[in-house]
Each structure stands twice: as C-alpha cells, then as structure tokens.
C-alpha cells in the first residue's frame, strides 16, 4: 500500500519540467492515493494563483470556482496561512466550507455515488512550500458515511509523510 520517499522524489523529478499540468497531477495523485491508501479522488492539489487556491486535481473541481485566501472557513487556506500542516480526524464536525464537497468527483460515467457516501470524515492537509514562499495545498481525505466507516484516522506518521511529500513534490508546483 505505502509508497516510498524515493518513489515520490521520482516522480517530483518526473514531472517538474512540465509543471503541475493535467496528466502530471493524475500521476501524483495516483501515487500520493496509493502511498495513504485513499481513493484518487481523495487526493486534492491546489495550486495558488493571484490570492486564490485553485483545485489541479480532483479536475471536476478546477473549474467549479477559486478559494480566495480570506475565506476563513476552509481548510485549505488556513493550510497557506498558517504553513503548517494539520490533521482533522473529526472534519464532519469542524466548521468548514462544503462547498467543493458537493460536487460529485468519484462517478464515472453512468454511476452515481450516494451523497453520503461523499462527505469527507478525516482530512490531512499540507502546505507546499519552496523557497519560504507557499505554491499550494495538498489534501488527503478519507469519505464515508461514519468516521469509522471512511477508514482508519490519520496519524502523526502519516502527517509527517505528507509533509516530506509536499517538500519533494514542490518542484512541480513552480512552473
């Protein structure tokens, strides 16, 4: 299930000459899925642009709006602000936008998912960070209808491999 360091760094060299495009995100998000043992689609990447977050991966999410960086319920901007990462084992509970919540990023054509089954139980989120300037937010999340449902809470472990994820993969958030 876990992925190693070297794996990630990898693909952070993989992917940085052509930055955080589409096919780039799809394959960070395969391999930060496989490494947390989450879904796909319980990976995000947001990118900052001008003030805003900006959702690369899920890609159903790019275009259903920005996060400017004063909206103080979201996570995600607390992630930039603060530069720390965090964990959220109880986020049904914690105040927090649900907007992007709403939005459906795990059926394929023709399938549909229960909404339940959608809304986001555990979160870790990180900032990514490169020369003492934050580029963007990575996110892993675990959904289910329960907490105990969506999988096993996050742990201090797991948040120090996202943290040395988001440190290697920075590189593909600069272009």
Same mark, same amino acid.
């Given at each position: ?5 070297? !794996?990630? &760094?990898? /693909?952070? !060299?993989?992917?940085? #000459?052509?930055? %955080?495009?589409?096919? @780039?995100? +799809?394959k960070i998000a395969a391999e930060l899925a496989k490494t947390f043992g ?7 990447? /947001?990118? *900052? +642009?001008?003030? =805003? %977050? ?6 159903? *999410?790019? @275009?259903?709006?920005?996060? #400017?960086?004063?909206? =103080? ?7 930039? @602000? =603060?530069?720390? #990462? +965090?964990?959220? @084992?109880?986020?049904?509970? &914690? ?13 394929? #054509? ?5 909404? $339940? +089954?959608?809304?986001?139980?555990? *979160?870790m989120s990180a900032p990514v960070i490169s020369m003492n300037k934050v ?9 289910? /209808?329960?907490?105990?449902? &969506?999988?096993?809470?996050? =742990?201090? !472990?797991? *948040?120090?491999? /996202?943290? &040395?994820?988001?440190?290697? %993969?920075?590189?593909?958030? $600069?272009?």
């Amino acid at each position: 299930m876990s992925t190693s360091p070297a !794996a990630i &760094a990898q /693909l952070a !060299a993989d992917c940085q #000459p052509d930055g %955080l495009t589409q096919k @780039n995100s +799809e394959k960070i998000a395969a391999e930060l899925a496989k490494t947390f043992g989450v879904q796909q689609e319980e990976v995000g990447l /947001l990118r *900052l +642009e001008k003030e =805003s %977050l900006v959702f690369v991966h899920p890609v159903k *999410l790019h @275009n259903v709006g920005r996060i #400017p960086l004063n909206s =103080s319920s979201v996570v995600a901007v607390r992630t930039v @602000n =603060s530069r720390r #990462p +965090e964990i959220i @084992n109880n986020f049904v509970r &914690a105040r927090h936008a649900t907007f992007f919540e709403m939005v459906d990023v795990g059926s394929k #054509p023709g399938q549909k998912k229960a909404k $339940e +089954e959608q809304v986001i139980q555990k *979160l870790m989120s990180a900032p990514v960070i490169s020369m003492n300037k934050v580029l963007g937010v990575i996110q892993i999340c675990r959904k289910g /209808l329960t907490g105990p449902a &969506a999988g096993p809470d996050f =742990s201090q !472990a797991d *948040l120090q491999k /996202l943290a &040395a994820a988001t440190a290697a %993969l920075a590189k593909c958030f $600069e272009k």
